[in-house]
């Protein structure tokens, strides 16, 4: 069966300093894909980061970058220098197959980072 | 507005009554999706789409119907509410031809008394 497992329920760091929150994912398929996505107070999913399986580079969208480690089957989020606006739901999720027909994501538990000035 | 929208954004209703979410979205997605987010699971998939005409089931559909008449349009019913059904609703699209992408509505928050 297809799993996201964040172990991490809250993280706390200071404002620019960087963070790791942590996801490691179980799957037979070859072809897969990862992503990350912010959720805020305010309750909207925000897409951060996206890497796929037979990508050879970490995947980097500004301060966000995937940490990706295929043998360990982990997809670790590193944001670099946290501000007060990181402070938010993070969850991590895995694109997995639903039948012959199509995909959808598979998500974690999430991890509340939270970012003190 | 170009993207993913939910209405109603809040309700309220009681058990045993019928209610309907609906998501458009503007991008003529081939992929749609329901998802349900509960404190300590996550979002679970209820529902997907696949094209007009093509529904099917994922993690949580019990107590659910969705209908796919348009491409743009995928309501979610509540066909007699229950209080576990208290949860946030997300629906989300995805372009067939990227995988890397989904895209979701704002969400909405649904509490059955």
């Known amino acids: 069966a297809q799993k996201i497992t964040q172990t991490q329920p809250g993280m706390f760091v200071q404002e620019k300093e960087a963070v790791t929150l942590d996801c490691t994912y179980d799957?037979?398929?070859?072809?897969?894909?990862l992503f990350w996505y912010k959720q805020p107070s305010s309750g909207e999913m925000i897409f951060l980061i996206y890497?796929?399986?037979?990508?050879?580079q970490n995947a980097t969208e500004g301060r966000y970058s995937l940490n990706f480690q295929k043998a360990r089957k982990s997809a670790n989020l590193v944001i670099s220098a946290s501000q007060l606006g990181d402070s938010a739901m993070y969850f991590c999720?895995?694109?997995?197959?639903?039948?012959?027909?199509?995909?959808?994501?598979?998500f974690g538990k999430g991890t509340t980072l939270s970012v003190s000035s | 507005d170009a993207g993913i929208t939910q209405s109603p954004r809040y309700k309220i209703t009681e058990t045993g009554r019928q209610v309907t979410l609906m998501c458009h979205q503007t991008?003529?997605?081939?992929?749609m999706f329901w998802y349900r987010q509960d404190l300590g699971h996550g979002l679970r998939l209820i529902y997907y789409?696949?094209?007009?005409?093509?529904?099917d089931k994922g993690e949580v559909p019990d107590g659910y119907v969705v209908s796919r008449s348009k491409t743009e349009n995928f309501p979610l019913t509540l066909e007699s509410a229950t209080r576990s059904q208290t949860s946030v609703y997300f629906c989300?699209?995805?372009?067939?031809?990227?995988?890397?992408?989904?895209?979701f509505g704002p969400g909405t928050r649904l509490t059955v008394l």
């Open positions: 989300a699209s995805r372009d067939d031809g990227r995988p890397d992408t989904q895209y």
């Open positions: 799957t037979s398929d070859q072809s897969y894909g």
């Open positions: 890497q796929g399986s037979y990508d050879e």
């Open positions: 999720a895995m694109r997995g197959v639903l039948n012959q027909a199509g995909t959808a994501l598979i």
């Open positions: 991008w003529s997605h081939s992929y």
């Open positions: 789409s696949a094209a007009a005409d093509i529904t």
